[in-house]
């Protein structure tokens, strides 16, 4: 019963794509800002993307241009369409949700592998 799981990650050559997916259960999806998270071996955990449930979206810099967040509301599913990926792009990216409502309330996927070759 776990209340997002991610999918779509993989290996891809540098230059490639990849459009990973995120499904949300048990939760009432469209009162969560949804973010996509990243996290390589030997860093931090980084935000790369953010979407309100209305659709505006937000981007960290080396994810703007390049990637795409968005979502389906009637699917309660959140996406992230990844252009010209780069090695550096290599982590474990990780769907997010937090609360919209006042109390601090958020959900964290497992992750989904995203390896990018040379």
């Known amino acids: 019963q776990d209340q997002l799981v991610e999918s779509g990650g993989g290996l891809v050559q540098a230059g490639g794509s990849l459009k990973l997916s995120c499904k949300a259960s048990?939760?009432?999806?469209?009162?969560?800002?949804m973010d996509w998270y990243r996290q390589a071996p030997g860093n931090q955990r980084e935000l790369v993307a953010s979407i309100t449930s209305g659709g505006r979206a937000n981007y960290a810099r080396n994810a703007k241009d390049r990637f795409i967040i968005s979502r389906d509301n009637f699917k309660d599913t959140l996406y992230l369409e990844m252009y010209g990926l780069k090695p550096e792009d290599t982590a474990v990216y990780y769907c997010?949700?937090?609360?919209?409502?006042?109390?601090?309330?958020?959900?964290w996927g497992k992750g989904t592998l995203v390896t990018v070759s040379p």
């Open positions: 048990g939760i009432i999806f469209n009162m969560y800002t």
């Open positions: 997010h949700a937090k609360g919209t409502f006042g109390g601090k309330v958020e959900y």
